[in-house]
């Protein structure tokens, strides 16, 4: 069971995150607050959480201040944000800060369980899918194109290629799912395993690599 407390000081925002959580039967809202400073309170009262999802734009306290006081005094919890924020500044310094993860709010319900989860059970960073889109597009741009892997000696499957066509064009497991005409637990798997044998670190690593190695065009 993962346990979550939520950080999001506009009440909407916060009962509709609730509502889409209280709905899996693996996750568990174990406490609400609406800035910062109650959110350590919960912590000093005992709660344990596995996860913190938070806002940046918190009255009384930032929740980059938030995130680095959490990982300050309780390392082990894990911390994502939720936030409109899409720029690098505050990507950067959430991650340099210690978050696990990074979401906008603007994710649909699909990909926000995706990366709950996925923070929980693999402990990797996790940055959602229209970010790490954008960020692929700054690498293509900047970087060379000579990665130095020997792309022959891996061995991808025609569907793993399908895989990671559709996931380069934004679209998500289920999506992928539905035009595959299999699961959504066999694509994130299919997922898992790209990311394993490229020895890559997230979505927009992945595409990157398939991208600059002619995997997928």
């Known amino acids: 069971m993962v346990k979550i407390i939520l950080v999001e000081d506009h009440n909407v925002v916060r009962n509709g995150i609730r509502?889409?959580?209280d709905k899996e039967d693996d996750i568990e809202v174990i406490a609400e607050a609406g800035n910062g400073k109650d959110a350590l309170q919960l912590l000093t009262d005992g709660y344990k959480p596995d996860i913190i999802i938070t806002a940046i734009n918190l009255p009384q306290m930032s929740g980059i201040e938030l995130l680095t006081?959490?990982?300050?005094?309780?390392?082990?919890?894990?911390?994502?944000?939720?936030?409109?924020?899409?720029?690098?500044?505050?990507?950067?310094?959430a991650?340099?800060?210690?978050?696990?993860?990074?979401?906008?709010?603007?994710?649909?319900?699909?990909?926000?369980?995706?990366?709950?989860?996925?923070v929980y059970s693999i402990n990797e960073r996790y940055l959602c899918n229209e970010l790490a889109l954008k960020l692929l597009e700054r690498f293509l741009q900047t970087t060379d194109h000579n990665t130095g892997v020997n792309i022959n000696a891996l061995e991808i499957s025609k569907r793993e290629v399908e895989v990671l066509a559709l996931v380069s064009e934004g679209f998500?497991?289920?999506?992928i799912a539905d035009k595959l005409f299999t699961s959504k637990r066999t694509i994130e798997s299919h997922?898992?395993?790209?990311?394993?044998?490229?020895?890559?670190?997230n979505t927009a690593a992945l595409i990157r690599y398939a991208v600059l190695n002619s995997i997928i065009r």
């Not at 997922?191 to 670190?201: A, F, P, S, V």
């Open 19 to 21: 509502a889409l959580l």
């Open 69 to 93: 006081r959490i990982k300050q005094a309780y390392p082990t919890i894990k911390v994502v944000i939720l936030s409109m924020l899409d720029d690098d500044k505050h990507i950067m310094q």
């Open 95 to 118: 991650f340099k800060a210690g978050a696990i993860g990074y979401m906008l709010k603007s994710v649909n319900a699909e990909e926000m369980l995706f990366g709950i989860r996925h």
């Open 172 to 175: 998500t497991n289920q999506e």
């Open 191 to 201: 997922r898992q395993n790209l990311i394993e044998k490229t020895g890559t670190r």
